[in-house]
Nanobody
Framework: QLQAFGGGWVQPGGSLRLSCAAS????????IGWFRQTPGKEREGVAC????????YYADSVKGRFTISRNNARNTAWLRMNSLKHEDTAVYYC??????????????????WGQGTLVTVSS
């Protein structure tokens, strides 16, 4: 299973680091993706990283502000979010997939999903 945590309230311009902890499967066999969703909108891909951590992709809306990383020895992935904006407010999820595609398509992450953690960016 996957457990996503680390969300919370932050002011615009602030930072948060989300964590995605894995258990019960071979974490290193999978790419990891981070996704977010707001009410009434489809879930969108934010970032993904390959199983080795060697390649990552980002949505244009977060490029240069968010950083995805992972440590296979610790069965954990992270999403570091800097310079947060109001529009980053969402429930964030992590998920496993066989690949980390440039499109970060949700449909390609058909493995484990975390339960989501809420990030609220507000002054």
């Amino acid at each position: 299973q996957l457990q996503a945590f680390g969300g919370g309230w932050v002011q615009p311009g602030g930072s948060l680091r989300l964590s995605c902890a894995a258990s019960g499967f071979d974490f290193e066999d999978y790419a990891i993706g981070w996704f977010r969703q707001t009410p009434g909108k489809e879930r969108e891909g934010v970032a993904c990283v390959t199983w080795s951590g060697g390649t990552s992709y980002y949505a244009d809306s977060v490029k240069g502000r968010f950083t995805i990383s992972r440590n296979n020895a610790r069965n954990t992935a992270w999403l570091r979010m800097n310079s947060l904006k109001h529009e980053d407010t969402a429930v964030y999820y992590c998920a496993t997939g066989r690949l980390c595609p440039r499109s970060i398509a949700t449909t390609l992450f058909d493995g484990y999903w975390g339960q989501g953690t809420l990030v609220t960016v507000s002054s």
